[in-house]
Nanobody, 121 residues
Framework: QVRFEESGGGLVQPGGSLRLSCVAS????????MGWYRQAPGKQRELVAH???????NYADSVKGRFTISRDNAKKTVYLQMNSLEPEDTAVYYC???????????????WGQGTQVTVSS
């Protein structure tokens, strides 16, 4: 069973930045596309950023131009650089392996604990 451990969240003012990290337990991390998801209170979990094993990226319209996803296969880690944060970005952020096309959804049913991002003045 693959496990994911997210970190890097916190409280930040509107307009601020955070960098999230997610370490995967699998030795074949480099073979997976990866996705960053978020879930705000009372809302469904949504995919906000996706990166293929080859490095092609896709973003939800709500974060395009502000968030950047990247990966380091040697460290089995995927990152989410979040700039120009808005109160609407407040959520718990999770990562998961994903199908090669963003709409294919997450590959594993088990999720990490996530990392809380709160954007507030």
């Amino acid at each position: 069973q693959v496990r994911f451990e997210e970190s890097g969240g916190g409280l930040v003012q509107p307009g601020g930045s955070l960098r999230l990290s997610c370490v995967a337990s699998t030795s074949i991390f480099s073979l997976y596309a990866m996705g960053w998801y978020r879930q705000a209170p009372g809302k469904q979990r949504e995919l906000v950023a996706h990166i293929t094993k080859g490095g092609t990226t896709n973003y939800a319209d709500s974060v395009k131009g502000r968030f950047t996803i990247s990966r380091d296969n040697a460290k089995k880690t995927v990152y989410l650089q979040m700039n120009s944060l808005e109160p609407e970005d407040t959520a718990v952020y999770y990562c998961n392996a994903n199908g090669p096309i963003p709409t294919m959804g997450p590959l594993f049913n088990a999720w990490g604990q996530g990392t809380q991002v709160t954007v507030s003045s």
